[in-house]
């Protein structure tokens, strides 16, 4: 439709899935992600640890932030008109150019690109609140203009990032994090925005799959490079093996449990969408650990064989605890199914004092731990 006016759309809504145009914004991001794991992967090889995952974590913030901002007021607002579509595409805009930034922001704290990138982003998205605002009345007009006073504010604050000493910039860019996650909590106090929690579950899930297909891509890519340079492929198989099952793991752990069954209200879903800050970066962050690990097999990482196997053990850890804390947790029953996950992460984790199977043991364990839930699961329906 050419124009419609923006209105809420209904939490009780049947049959609410991914439209083509979420799907687009979502593969746009990958180039984002592709950028963000790319640069972790130099610092790495490097032994820039500190500076290499700090780096990571700032710039994979603007990445999700972005991306979870549309994902929340498209479910409560998504007309898929004209302006609406226009304004998606000015979003994509800035993506790219966010991406192109990522680079300079990473290596030489120069985010001059990335912020503009960003504020392109969050423009089109300000727009979007006043346009929902002028379509409500009372609470749910108040609530769209506090987000749109909230953009503008925290847009200021980036613009002025950019002028900091740059000694300095680390930590207010800290500071503007917290702002930037107040403005929902702000928002929305006296009224709850209509998104739908089927919907958003299946947004998370999707971009999780985005995520852990460009862990796969990119550790493809790394073992072919490594084959065709060095012929290493003994040294090679074990990785590539173990980071197979550690990825298809991940993605059989992760929808395992109805997440949608849990999102009845904004007090468990903030704190459900802000934890996964943490499980979209730990799932990125696997495949940055394999090429690591690849890199280190044929001799070209800087670092010693522990610190390589860190840099996948340690992502596959946390990415296993925080499913269990923000979802799984809620639908095991009994000490034995909560212990699954928890104990796994630390498993894995240990793997990284294993020496060169490191990788393959850990890929191991996470296949075990899909067996072992099965198992018990299974077992618990056949005694119900």
Same mark, same amino acid.
């Given at each position: 439709?050419?124009?419609?006016?923006?209105?809420?759309?209904?939490?009780?809504?049947? +049959?609410?899935?991914?439209?083509?145009?979420?799907?687009?914004?979502?593969?746009?991001?990958?180039?984002?992600? =592709?950028?963000?794991?790319?640069?972790?992967? +130099?610092? #790495?090889?490097?032994? !820039?640890?500190?500076? @290499?995952?700090?780096?990571?974590?700032? &710039?994979?913030? @603007?990445?999700?932030? $972005?991306?979870?901002?549309?994902?929340?007021?498209?479910?409560?607002?998504?007309?898929?008109?004209?302006?609406?579509?226009?304004?998606?595409?000015?979003?994509?805009?800035?993506?790219?150019?966010?991406?192109?930034?990522?680079?300079? $922001?990473?290596?030489?704290?120069?985010?001059?690109?990335?912020?503009?990138?960003?504020?392109?982003?969050?423009?089109?998205?300000?727009?979007?609140?006043?346009?929902?605002?002028?379509?409500?009345?009372?609470? $749910?007009?108040?609530?769209? *203009?506090?987000?749109?006073?909230?953009?503008?504010?925290?847009?200021?604050?980036?613009?002025?990032?950019?002028?900091?000493?740059?000694?300095?910039?680390?930590?207010?860019?800290?500071?503007?994090?917290? $702002?930037?996650?107040?403005?929902? &909590?702000?928002?929305?106090?006296?009224?709850?925005?209509?998104?739908?929690?089927?919907?958003?579950?299946?947004?998370?899930?999707?971009?999780?799959?985005?995520?852990?297909?460009?862990?796969?891509? =990119?550790?493809?890519?790394?073992?072919?490079?490594?084959?065709?340079?060095?012929?290493?492929?003994?040294?090679?198989?074990?990785?590539?093996?173990?980071?197979?099952?550690?990825?298809?793991?991940?993605?059989?752990?992760?929808?395992?449990?109805?997440? !949608?069954?849990?999102?009845?209200?904004?007090?468990?879903?903030?704190?459900?969408?802000?934890?996964?800050?943490?499980?979209?970066?730990?799932? /990125?962050?696997? @495949?940055?650990?394999?090429?690591?690990?690849?890199?280190? /097999?044929?001799?070209?990482? +800087?670092?010693?064989?522990?610190?390589?196997?860190?840099?996948?053990?340690?992502?596959?850890?946390?990415? *296993?605890?925080?499913?269990?804390?923000?979802?799984?947790? !809620?639908?095991?029953? @009994?000490?034995? %199914? %909560?212990?699954?996950?928890?104990?796994?992460?630390?498993?894995? #984790?240990?793997?990284?004092?294993?020496?060169?199977?490191?990788?393959?043991?850990?890929?191991?364990?996470?296949?075990?731990?899909?067996?072992?839930?099965?198992? *018990?699961?299974?077992?618990?329906?056949?005694?119900?």
């Amino acid at each position: 439709m050419t124009y419609v006016p923006m209105t809420s759309r209904s939490r009780d809504e049947g +049959h609410r899935a991914s439209t083509p145009l979420e799907l687009f914004f979502d593969l746009c991001f990958v180039v984002a992600v =592709a950028q963000a794991g790319r640069q972790l992967v +130099h610092a #790495l090889a490097e032994g !820039h640890v500190g500076a @290499g995952i700090t780096g990571y974590l700032f &710039v994979f913030f @603007g990445v999700w932030w $972005a991306w979870m901002n549309f994902t929340w007021f498209a479910s409560a607002y998504d007309v898929d008109d004209v302006p609406y579509r226009l304004a998606t595409l000015v979003q994509i805009a800035g993506v790219l150019i966010y991406s192109a930034g990522i680079p300079r $922001a990473f290596n030489d704290n120069d985010w001059t690109i990335a912020v503009g990138g960003y504020l392109v982003m969050r423009l089109a998205l300000t727009v979007q609140w006043l346009r929902a605002a002028a379509g409500e009345q009372g609470a $749910a007009r108040r609530c769209a *203009l506090t987000y749109a006073a909230g953009l503008v504010v925290c847009q200021a604050g980036w613009t002025a990032l950019l002028a900091a000493p740059e000694h300095s910039r680390r930590w207010l860019f800290l500071v503007l994090v917290m $702002a930037e996650l107040l403005v929902p &909590v702000i928002a929305e106090r006296g009224y709850q925005t209509q998104w739908h929690p089927r919907h958003i579950a299946e947004r998370y899930g999707l971009f999780t799959i985005i995520v852990l297909g460009e862990t796969i891509a =990119a550790s493809t890519v790394a073992v072919q490079s490594a084959i065709d340079e060095h012929e290493a492929l003994g040294e090679l198989l074990p990785i590539a093996a173990g980071g197979l099952l550690l990825v298809f793991a991940a993605w059989w752990i992760y929808f395992a449990v109805p997440a !949608h069954d849990r999102l009845r209200s904004n007090r468990e879903a903030i704190p459900w969408g802000y934890g996964h800050f943490v499980i979209f970066a730990s799932a /990125a962050a696997i @495949g940055a650990g394999i090429e690591v690990a690849i890199e280190h /097999a044929v001799g070209k990482a +800087h670092i010693s064989a522990l610190s390589a196997n860190l840099s996948v053990t340690v992502p596959a850890a946390l990415f *296993l605890a925080f499913v269990w804390l923000l979802h799984s947790r !809620h639908f095991k029953r @009994g000490t034995a %199914q %909560q212990l699954v996950l928890p104990v796994a992460a630390l498993v894995i #984790l240990a793997c990284a004092w294993t020496g060169g199977l490191a990788v393959l043991w850990a890929g191991l364990v996470a296949a075990a731990t899909v067996a072992v839930g099965v198992t *018990l699961a299974q077992h618990e329906r056949s005694g119900a």
